[in-house]
């Protein structure tokens, strides 16, 4: 049963004009076969029949003209009482004329409609007043009230699911859009992260180099060691930006190892070292605290701020200072070297890079020559409960 009333609403969606024309060929034939068997005062005849015809053709409009088919289909119907003819199914198709103006039109049509009804009711009790006595005008006035607030009703589902289905499909694009902006992020992450590793290695790489080939005639097994370490630090390099790579590629995270954080801060600094600029790791106070998420952060400040002496510093030495304090991580990264070109000290994209880092926190950054000598970068991250 359910099956059948889904084929028929398909079909009616399709070609709702069949339906009506059916429905239009079943009032003209219930309207005649009811004459033909029934008692009324008058036979049916010719007249009946046109009337009948009359009545019976508007509804073909139903759904077009909802409020026209009711003027005009009541008319016949009026003629019909008149005459002395039953309107025992011709006239309850009225009821299904004032449902479709209410279903099918607007509030000022509906209006319009339920002034006509009023208008149709009095032209019974002119036309019939000894069968349209009060109790058959009650329920005459009371099955039209029903079909207009049936109708009415229909119309409110209707805009009710028309507007759930705007909602949902605003919800999906929203969400389509929202994973589209977290994709957007992530692979924006991940080039940061292709960038901070790539411009350390290679700075790293650039410096060894440079030694290397500065002392191989003097001293043969310091070039030799040079380039080990270029070719352990390409290596490794080259398997960390695979593993990004990779992520990014098939958008999971398999294979790709865990991010670095504070406590990969003394690796940091060692790998510094051995490639020729010496670098004093301070970490003061209990940084066990930090959330992983920060500590990549600072992890990716100081690398950046060793990348930049390592590349424009010239011989130097480095201090990295890492402390909490009251609820903020403190980083401050100095070097004695000759300071920064003009393109750092305006802030180069290593430098923007560590403060859009540092701005996800809600902290600052600073970065300049320092009065004693050299370069400083210092930022403040906070984490507490008052960032």
Not at 151 to 172: C, H, K, P, Y
Not at 285 to 313: C, F, I, S
Request: proline share 4%; charged share 20%.
């Amino acid at each position: 049963m359910e099956a059948t009333w889904a084929r028929l609403r398909a079909l009616d969606d399709e070609r709702p004009w069949l339906l009506d024309a059916v429905l239009a060929a079943l009032l003209f034939a219930g309207a005649v076969l009811s004459a033909a068997l029934g008692t009324q005062t008058r036979a049916p005849d010719a007249t009946y029949v046109a009337l009948v015809a009359a009545g019976a053709a508007p509804y073909l409009l139903r759904r077009r003209a909802p409020l026209a088919v009711l003027v005009v289909a009541s008319v016949p119907v009026l003629a019909v009482l008149a005459l002395g003819y039953t309107s025992a199914v011709i006239g309850s198709g009225l009821f299904l004329a004032a449902y479709s103006v209410a279903a099918w039109s607007d509030g000022r049509r509906t209006v319009l409609a339920a002034g006509w009804v009023v208008v149709v009711l009095v032209g019974l009790v002119v036309v019939e007043p000894e069968a349209m006595a009060f109790g058959e005008l009650a329920t005459n006035a009371a099955l039209f009230g029903g079909a207009i607030a049936l109708g009415r009703g229909i119309t409110e589902r209707r805009r009710t699911v028309a507007l759930l289905a705007d909602r949902a499909e605003l919800a999906e694009r929203a969400r389509v859009e929202e994973s589209r902006r977290a994709v957007a992020d992530e692979r924006l992450r991940i080039a940061q992260e292709l960038h901070d590793v790539i411009g350390h290695t290679l700075g790293v790489i650039a410096l060894q180099a440079g030694v290397g080939a500065h002392v191989i005639d003097a001293d043969p097994a310091e070039a030799k060691a040079c380039l080990v370490s270029v070719s352990e630090r390409s290596r490794s390099a080259l398997g960390e930006v695979r593993r990004i790579l990779g992520a990014l590629r098939t958008g999971e995270g398999e294979g790709y190892a865990p991010p670095p954080g504070l406590d990969a801060l003394d690796e940091l600094a060692a790998e510094v070292t051995a490639a020729g600029l010496p670098v004093e790791l301070r970490v003061e106070g209990d940084v066990g605290d930090v959330p992983a998420a920060l500590g990549l952060t600072a992890y990716r400040v100081v690398q950046e701020a060793l990348t930049n002496v390592v590349k424009h510093a010239g011989p130097a030495r480095a201090t990295v200072t890492v402390r909490q304090v009251d609820g903020a991580l403190l980083i401050d990264v100095a070097d004695d070297g000759r300071g920064a070109p003009a393109v750092v000290a305006a802030g180069g994209h290593g430098q923007l890079g560590m403060g859009e880092r540092v701005a996800v926190w809600g902290g600052t950054l600073t970065a300049g020559t320092d009065p004693q000598g050299g370069y400083r970068v210092s930022a403040r991250l906070p984490f507490g409960a008052d960032a």
